[in-house]
């Protein structure tokens, strides 16, 4: 099916110095499913900001063939969907429907158009008939589900979620689960939460200090990731 991130030496830093990246070096294939694992501060979500432009280093990145460039930004974007740890990021009109029905409005759709999309996305995610809720009455399960379906209703290639499970009680991280595992698109899940990894990933990236120290099947990755732990405890 062919790669649709390909990003080669990618180097950032931060204003104040900070090198949050140092040289990564990934591709990734259509219909892939990715756990970014790693401690905090590693890179991962500098990494996936990287993605869409919200964030520009040197080296290159690029999505489904195309360099990120100004010119092709809003192409871009579409085809790579970020929801956000924090779900209330991402929620900003007064009704579920608006919040839902935005991305498709900007980029071109009709309001027609825009409100059909919105409605099978809150469909797909389990949220039917809440388009005239105000998102501050939704659970945080249910404003996870919002923020991932107004994600969906752009019809991106490429799904990237940051620590999707954050402050979800176990019923809306087993919702969470089961709505991720069937998604046809290229999956990229910032996590610290190694089941869910498992449920949804086949494959992970270790991020260090900036760079990507171990990519390989999750169980392995998983695995070498606890040795290695261990053996930092035992010098510790």
């Given at each position: 099916m062919g790669s649709v991130i390909e990003v080669r030496n990618l180097r950032f830093a931060y204003p104040d110095g900070t090198r949050a990246l140092d040289g990564i070096d990934v591709t990734i294939d259509a219909g892939e499913s990715v756990a970014l694992l790693g401690p905090n501060g590693s890179g991962k979500t500098t990494f996936v900001l990287h993605l869409n432009g919200l964030l520009v280093g040197e080296g290159d990145v690029r999505i489904c063939g195309q360099p990120i460039s100004r010119r092709n930004l809003r192409?871009?974007?579409?085809?790579?969907?970020?929801?956000?740890?924090?779900?209330?990021?991402?929620?900003?009109?007064?009704t579920v429907g608006e919040d839902v029905?935005?991305?498709?409005?900007n980029l071109g759709a009709t309001p027609e158009e825009a409100e059909r999309a919105a409605t099978a996305a809150l469909e797909q995610v389990g949220l039917a008939g809440m388009e005239r809720r105000a998102p501050y009455h939704l659970s945080a399960g249910e404003k996870r589900r919002a923020a991932l379906a107004g994600v969906?209703?752009?019809?991106?290639?490429?799904?990237?979620?940051?620590?999707?499970t954050t402050a979800l009680d176990p019923p809306g991280r087993l919702a969470l689960i089961g709505l991720l595992?069937?998604?046809?698109?290229?999956?990229l899940i910032v996590t610290h939460d190694t089941e869910l990894a498992r449920h949804v990933c086949g494959r992970a990236l270790f991020f260090e200090k900036g760079k990507i120290t171990c990519d390989g099947p999750l169980q392995q990755v998983i695995e070498r990731m606890q040795?290695?732990?261990?053996?930092?405890?035992?010098?510790?």
């Open positions: 192409r871009i974007r579409q085809q790579v969907g970020l929801v956000f740890q924090d779900a209330d990021d991402q929620l900003f009109m007064p029905a935005f991305g498709p409005l969906l209703a752009m019809a991106p290639e490429i799904l990237v979620l940051d620590e999707p595992q069937p998604l046809r698109q290229t999956k040795w290695g732990a261990a053996l930092r405890s035992a010098h510790a």
